[in-house]
């Protein structure tokens, strides 16, 4: 049962649209919050990887 669990949160964690994270602009780091995640280029790679 406790992989059961596991998957239901995984699936959970990622069924969130990554056009969602990329509009919400989430800093690099607390320290550096000028600097945002490049989401595009994050997307992209994740793409050519799942082919």
């Known amino acids: ?4 669990i596991a998957t239901d949160i ?3 964690c990622f069924s969130v649209s990554p056009l969602s994270f990329a509009a919400a602009k989430v800093a690099m780091s607390k320290f550096d919050k000028e600097a945002y995640l490049p989401y595009d280029k994050l997307d992209e790679n994740l793409r050519i990887v799942k082919k």
Do not use: E
Request: net charge positive.
């Open 1 to 4: 049962r406790l992989t059961g």
């Open 10 to 12: 995984q699936q959970r």
